[in-house]
């Protein structure tokens, strides 16, 4: 009988378009909820994220990677694209004569990026698989919108 009104309930929810996305929208405190936010709703925004132009010295690209605080800094080209992220790794990498490079050769090209519209587990999920902190999140035409950093997924319960 359990499993009738089981399959009774969910033949209802799917004839009324009742969707798991819904369901966090009336659920988001819960478990099921936390795992259905999306990008857009954890990541960091406008100032926020670490940004710098891909002439730029790394003297000065150090320090706007420091002040944000994420332990990377998105490359841009002149259109304001994302064309490369430089890590708290590729510092030490390159330590011989860093300041004296632009952030272009100290970055790792096509870095991993997601959409703002992904859900957060999708994200947390590349950063655990790729065995990385922190995802760019860009628009249509690979422009930065926002940083996730797994602390945000696991502060909002998305593991």
């Known amino acids: 009988q359990a499993a009738i009104g ?18 966090a929208e009336l ?11 999306f990008v857009g709703d954890l990541m960091h925004a406008d100032d926020a994220i670490p940004l710098t132009k891909s002439g730029t010295r790394m003297a000065h690209a150090v320090v706007e ?22 890590t708290d790794g590729d510092l030490r990498r390159h330590m011989t004569g ?4 632009t952030a272009r050769q100290v970055m790792h090209a096509q870095p991993r990026t997601i959409r703002p ?20 999140a860009v628009d249509d035409h690979n422009k ?8 945000d ?6 593991a």
């Open 27 to 37: 659920h988001p405190g819960g478990r099921l909820g936390a795992q259905l936010k």
């Open 98 to 101: 860093l300041m004296d490079k």
């Open 65 to 86: 990677m420091t002040s944000k605080g994420f332990g990377c800094i998105g490359v841009l080209n002149a259109a304001g694209r994302l064309i490369g992220i430089i």
């Open 153 to 158: 997924c696991l502060r909002a319960g998305v």
């Open 117 to 136: 519209d992904a859900l957060a587990a999708e994200a947390l999920g590349i950063m655990n698989d790729k065995k990385i902190t922190c995802l760019f």
């Open 144 to 151: 930065p919108v926002g940083l996730i950093h797994i602390h």
């Open 6 to 23: 089981d399959a009774l309930a969910i033949a209802l929810l799917e004839s009324r378009g009742f969707t798991a996305l819904k369901f």
